[in-house]
């Protein structure tokens, strides 16, 4: 059964942010957390290195900034989704081809020879 993702409501968060920034922080800290639990543990390495450039980078950078820099990762991911689609897509047409050449190439039982009998000792 597959989960259907969470709506996000960018009102929440902001009204959230203006209200609390301590409180947003942690929950945005908790869902990151989630979702980078999800991916493999390589996966998660790779996300948590890139999440800590971004946000190293952004710490102290104007809004403008800061906003180009998460198209640039928004940018990043699309094109991990399509490469991971792409790669997702031939590994299923490379296993269609192999299921298909392995029915092909199953012998027929006609096909298959009867064991030659055992030699005798004495019939070197």
């Keep these: 059964m597959s989960e259907k993702p969470a709506e996000f409501d960018f009102d929440e968060w902001a009204d959230l942010f203006r209200r609390d920034p301590q409180?947003?922080?942690?929950?945005r800290q908790a869902v990151l957390a989630l979702e980078l639990a999800k991916g493999t543990p390589g996966q998660a390495a790779a996300a948590r290195k890139r999440l800590k450039q971004f946000e190293q980078q952004?710490?102290?950078?104007?809004?403008?900034?800061?906003?180009?820099?998460?198209?640039?990762?928004?940018?990043?991911?699309?094109?991990?989704?399509?490469?991971?689609?792409?790669?997702?897509?031939?590994?299923?047409?490379?296993?269609?081809?192999?299921?298909?050449?392995?029915?092909?190439a199953k012998p027929r039982q006609s096909q298959i020879a009867e064991p030659a009998p055992p030699r005798s000792a004495g019939a070197q």
Aim: without cysteine.
């Design 58 to 104: 952004n710490e102290n950078a104007s809004p403008e900034a800061r906003t180009a820099a998460g198209q640039m990762m928004l940018e990043d991911v699309q094109r991990l989704n399509e490469q991971m689609s792409a790669l997702s897509g031939a590994l299923q047409n490379g296993l269609a081809h192999l299921l298909q050449a392995g029915q092909q």
């Design 23 to 27: 409180a947003f922080e942690a929950r």
